[in-house]
């Protein structure tokens, strides 16, 4: 598929969906779907603009590599499930699925990112981790920035568009690379002196 067939837009679509809008009789009807149509619309061009102009391969966003392991099996395999949903996500809102996979699917997400933290950090804390408190800031941080990204969604005030799916890609990189590798020298070290 060539490039430009990938990220062409569709004036049929358009036209379908402004003969729909008309048919409403309430005006406040029409405003509200135009204002929901537009936002669609424009998250779904700049996905595809985004996916066409950077990625041909068919790649995700959400690619788990052994350079995240942190040296805890337990942890490893959590965060490569998460990676793992993360990607469904992802390819559900690629996909054009509808609303509702989009919020069962985020759903999924947010439950199992919640158990593992709680799993985190029990290991941290039976582990007497130092920087205990910063890192649970950080997780309760994130499950509250979700969370109301997806009452928002669930709502229908929310677009879910190519620019939180890199946040969620940058933040599980940023916290697994950075954070949870401290982790996991913190365990190695603790391990190697009993």
Not at 18 to 40: C, G, H, I, P, S
Not at 70 to 93: P, V, Y
Not at 162 to 188: A, T
Request: with cysteine; proline share 2%.
């Amino acid at each position: 598929m060539a490039a430009g067939e990938c990220c062409s837009t569709s004036t049929p679509r358009v036209a379908v969906a402004v003969m729909y809008a008309l048919a409403f009789r309430d005006t406040n009807r029409v405003q509200k779907f135009y204002r929901r149509f537009l936002e669609f619309w424009l998250a779904w061009v700049t996905l595809k603009r985004t996916v066409c102009s950077t990625d041909h391969s068919g790649m995700s966003l959400f690619q788990w590599n052994d350079s995240l392991s942190i040296g805890n099996g337990e942890i490893d395999s959590q965060h490569k499930k998460l990676f793992a949903l993360a990607d469904r996500f992802h390819a559900a809102m690629s996909g054009g699925h509808g609303k509702a996979i989009l919020q069962q699917t985020l759903t999924e997400l947010i439950d199992y990112t919640r158990h593992h933290f709680a799993c985190e950090e029990s290991v941290m804390q039976k582990s007497a981790y130092p920087q205990f408190p910063q890192h649970k800031a950080e997780h309760d941080k994130l499950t509250q920035k979700v969370v109301k990204l997806h009452g928002e969604l669930v709502a229908g005030h929310a677009v879910i568009t190519i620019d939180v799916l890199q946040f969620l890609r940058d933040w599980l990189i940023h916290h697994i690379g950075e954070m949870d590798k401290k982790v996991g020298q913190h365990l190695r070290q603790v391990k190697s002196a009993a």
